[in-house]
């Protein structure tokens, strides 16, 4: 079972649409990270959080220590924000502080 | 823009062949940590490098290896290349010391293709 599960792993939208994206981990973490990556590798970090909720226009990242699980929403969602969106939690091995990632969620909103 | 460059932008190598892959952080930035990313999965943490010292490994074997250099550029070396380290390689780097809780700014990735 891997330690960080994302839900679903394709989602299609229209223009418009309210999406959620949910992740679920299963070890001890110190923050989460949500992460979109467009074609081509590129990364872009979009919120690291370790509670509550975080909004930057657009999105909205919330997270429940307790039951292991974070969702990103998008609402009003746009063509470009066809991307892949990886879910990865941050833990500490020693001193060094380590991401586990995701398999990514790849979300297409047509027109 | 995240301010964090990588070289080459695509490679090509054969099995058996050793290969170095460059990334150039944010000035300033002390932490640089290392992603492979096999097609279609979600990228598995390397290491990590502070202030020229690796300080966190992941379930990779010891061909590979890497060095940062004072000048917040750092390298990812792979020997004896094989056909399943095809992938794209992340560099990511940081300000703090990789205890604290921050952004991380990714590179680009360098794509590489083992025949």
């Known amino acids: 079972k891997n330690e960080v599960e994302q839900s679903p792993q394709n989602l299609t939208a229209q223009e418009g649409e309210f999406i959620t994206i949910n992740c679920s981990y299963s070890v001890g973490i110190s923050a989460l990270h949500w992460l979109q990556q467009h074609p081509g590798g590129g990364i872009v970090s979009l919120f690291m959080l370790s509670s509550g909720k975080k909004k930057h226009g657009r999105l909205i990242a919330t997270i429940n220590i307790q039951e292991k699980h974070s969702s990103l929403h998008i609402t009003a969602s746009h063509p470009r924000d066809s991307a892949v969106y990886i879910c990865?939690?941050?833990?500490?091995?020693?001193?060094?502080?380590?991401?586990?990632f995701g398999s990514g969620t790849q979300l297409t909103v047509l027109p | 823009e995240t301010g964090v460059t990588q070289s080459p932008t695509h490679l090509i190598k054969t099995r058996g062949q050793q290969v170095t892959l460059r990334c150039s952080s944010q000035?300033?930035?002390?932490?640089v940590s290392w992603y492979q990313q096999a097609l279609g999965q979600g990228p598995q943490f390397i290491f990590q490098?502070?202030?020229?010292?690796?300080?966190g490994r992941g379930n990779f074997p010891p061909r590979f290896s890497g060095l940062q250099f004072p000048n917040y550029s750092s390298e990812l070396n792979v020997n004896a290349l094989e056909l399943d380290d095809s992938a794209l390689y992340l560099c990511?780097?940081?300000?703090?010391?990789?205890?604290?809780?921050?952004?991380?700014?990714f590179g680009p990735g360098t794509r590489l293709l083992v025949l």
């Open positions: 990511a780097s940081s300000l703090g010391a990789g205890f604290l809780q921050e952004t991380q700014y």
């Open positions: 000035s300033g930035h002390n932490t």
């Open positions: 990865a939690v941050e833990s500490r091995g020693g001193s060094a502080r380590q991401l586990t």
């Open positions: 490098y502070y202030r020229e010292e690796e300080n």
